[in-house]
């Protein structure tokens, strides 16, 4: 009984204890359901709404027009949804190529540059007549997907035989193969009918067939099968589950017996891989020839994509559509208010930073120290 009184004198002292004096400790979660996660998520987004709200009502949207900008017009017109999935597909690819590879924890980050060579590969068999009509985007695909891919295999092995940061070399790589494009676009490439800088135009049997009218691309088709095909792959698949065992402990995985260097080798090429079919979708379902700026932005939104989705290829897909629909939201803003474009990127911004920002919340917790 005596204890119990001590106890019980011992909270009411610090339930009175000031605010100011009280002391907290941060801690990592061990495990948090999933709609534990989507409620902080929905919170955090509702909040980076918010704010954007706030800065486009003082310069001078209106605000019941928010509402109908942000969600009716882009998600529930037909002409804006199309946009949307247009936008969205390569961005599903980036986005799952990056999760491959973080997944292996090998930080590609030049998703940009296997995007490029990518689309080179398929430009290079429209420019060269490669092959017969009827199977000239099945090799058009196929060269995205190999040159995609090798383009990957440097680093990976610097990083394996070297010990070499990927970081630094996919970086550089980027560069590379950006500066490769503009030799070819202002080259030998050049369209010869007006002389700017990009390719000839592809011809009919050379573009991605187009569904819902001229908006949306088979690409979207596409970008849908990969999804579900990596969801079966690090879901379901042996090397899905000897992946898990990499990404939580390297050193421990290679005691045990996992393959460690095969998987993280296997990984890279596939983000390669992927990386290089979202060029294809680029060239040949979006701008319909080789230009010398169609990668620009991609490989960040490919990060930022795998960051919130957790490398969760499926999540990935969700998490690409409302970037895109982030980013047609933001366009109908600087057409029909006048929007200067850098407040564009500043909502664009917010509202990514408070999603990101709940990765902590997911991870951490606050508890008061007795």
């Known amino acids: 009984m005596a204890e119990l009184a001590v106890d019980a004198s011992t909270a009411t002292t610090v339930a009175r204890q000031p605010f100011a004096s009280r002391r907290f400790a941060l801690e990592i979660r061990q495990q948090m359901g999933w709609l534990s996660q989507a409620a902080i998520l929905v919170v955090s987004l509702a909040i980076g709404m918010g704010i954007s709200a706030a800065i486009l009502v003082a310069a001078g949207v209106p605000a019941n027009e928010l509402l109908n900008e942000f969600v009716l017009q882009t998600l529930f017109d037909k002409q804006s949804l199309m946009a949307v999935l247009f936008q969205a597909a390569p961005m599903i690819l980036v986005g799952i190529a990056a ?96 002389s700017f800088p990009y390719s000839p135009q592809f011809r009919a049997f050379e573009r991605l067939p187009e569904w819902f009218g001229n908006v949306s691309t088979a690409a979207i088709g596409l970008a849908l099968i990969v999804a579900v095909l990596a969801w079966w792959f690090v879901g379901i698949s042996r090397a899905g589950l000897y992946l898990r065992f990499v990404y939580a402990n390297p050193r421990m995985a290679d005691a045990v017996g996992v393959p460690v260097r ?27 020839r080789l230009t010398q700026a169609f990668y620009a932005g991609y490989g960040f939104s490919g ?56 990765d902590f919340f997911i991870r951490h917790r606050i508890r008061r120290v007795r």
């Open 99 to 194: 999760s491959m590879s973080f997944r292996a924890r090998f930080w590609n980050l030049g998703l940009e540059g296997q995007m490029i060579w990518g689309a080179i590969g398929a430009t290079a068999i429209s420019f060269f007549d490669l092959g017969p009509p009827t199977l000239r985007l099945p090799l058009m695909l196929l060269m995205a997907i190999g040159l995609g891919l090798s383009w990957a295999v440097a680093p990976a092995l610097l990083k394996l035989k070297l010990g070499v940061n990927e970081i630094i070399s996919t970086l550089m790589l980027n560069y590379i193969a950006g500066y490769f494009l503009l030799h070819l676009v202002y080259g030998a490439w050049k369209d010869p009918k007006d």
């Open 262 to 288: 095969r998987m993280i080798l296997s990984a890279v090429l596939v983000s390669g891989a992927l990386s290089g079919i979202a060029g294809f979708v680029v060239a040949a379902g979006q701008e319909g």
């Open 303 to 358: 990060i930022l994509i795998a960051f919130l989705a957790r490398n969760n290829p499926l999540a990935a897909t969700v998490v690409a559509v409302l970037v895109a629909a982030l980013f047609v939201a933001g366009r109908n803003l600087q057409v029909f208010y006048q929007i200067p474009f850098s407040m564009v990127q500043l909502i664009q911004a917010i509202v990514v930073i408070c999603v990101a920002s709940s």
